[in-house]
């Protein structure tokens, strides 16, 4: 009873010290808004921005199916037998509930709704368990390969002489590798569910590089010296996924994949139109999640 009052206590705090970083960063968003609203306001007139924006938001809907997808091929690793098409219409259903205070409503909706479609609570545990790993896991190699030279470069100033990122790989590679070797042990890992593993992680991959190209379409559409260097704006959308991700209390990372987009496009080089990229690809961001919420709200569950 008290190490599990002890534990309840802890989540709160994490949780409230989660909440209080998400508001230090919208108050830092706020402000930045409020000393480039000038140019900010020049940057959304822009016919160019409006409808990379736009287009975007159909691209962000249709790359969001890559997530559902690999949840999907995870669950039929685990043994259970959704279906692809039920899957996708619960996942697309439930995904807009991250938007919601705690940044984990989406998980226990979709656990909710497959579990009274017939999955097994094995299934479900271990294809949560597996997608925010292995998703972490992605991003964090996009991250890693493209974002943590410039990070180096710029700020440490070890560029060249650091071999911090291979080391950082060769780690997740370690953690990859040694968690394989536990499920074999435990007679968890059949040769399905390693492949089905290796195509969720291959989804999420796709997924993480689209989603730095639409941020560097985006980018671009105010910048015109973005065109020649997508490779950083790629790694920066990967470590603001991560940042929004891992924040508890942040509602879809709100504030926090602000901060870190402006700050990582900052140091790439593009200055004032970091900011409105990050506002712009926000707003991407969450037109998407509706466009597969109504979809999926709108088609018939087999």
Not at 137 to 154: E, G, K
Not at 205 to 220: A, P, S
């Amino acid at each position: 009873m008290i190490s599990l009052t002890r534990d309840e206590n802890l989540s709160k705090v994490v949780h409230v010290a989660g909440f209080l970083l998400m508001l230090a960063a919208i108050i830092f968003i706020g402000f930045r808004v409020q000393e480039s609203f000038r140019v900010l306001a020049a940057d959304f007139a822009r016919p160019r921005f409006v409808v990379t924006i736009i287009g975007a938001v159909f691209a962000y809907s249709a790359a969001c199916g890559l997530v559902g997808a690999a949840w999907v091929l995870l669950l039929s690793g685990a043994g259970d037998k959704l279906g692809m098409r039920n899957g996708l219409i619960i996942f697309g259903r439930t995904q807009i509930l991250k938007y919601l205070p705690s940044n984990v409503l989406h998980f226990a909706g979709r656990y909710g709704m497959a579990r009274a479609a017939g999955a097994t609570h094995a299934a479900l545990i271990f294809s949560t368990g597996a997608e925010i790993a292995i998703m972490v896991m992605a991003a964090s190699t996009i991250a890693i390969l493209l974002v943590m030279p410039l990070f180096l470069q710029y700020v440490v100033g070890a560029f060249g002489t650091s071999y911090a990122p291979i080391a950082i790989l060769v780690a997740l590679g370690m953690l990859l590798a040694g968690s394989l070797w536990w499920l074999r042990r435990e007679g968890m890992l059949t040769r399905r569910l390693g492949v089905m593993t290796l195509a969720a992680y291959c989804l999420y991959l796709c997924f993480f590089l689209i989603n730095g190209m639409l941020l560097w379409l985006v980018l671009t559409a105010v910048d015109d010296g973005a065109w020649g260097n997508p490779f950083a704006v790629l790694g920066v959308g990967a470590a603001a996924w991560i940042g929004g991700f891992v924040v508890p209390g942040a509602p879809a990372g709100l504030g926090i994949r602000e901060v870190i987009v402006t700050s990582g496009l900052e140091v790439a080089g593009y200055g004032t139109s970091a900011l409105a990229a990050a506002l712009g690809f926000r707003i991407v961001t969450l037109g998407g999640d509706i466009i597969v919420a109504l979809v999926a709200f709108a088609l018939r569950r087999p």
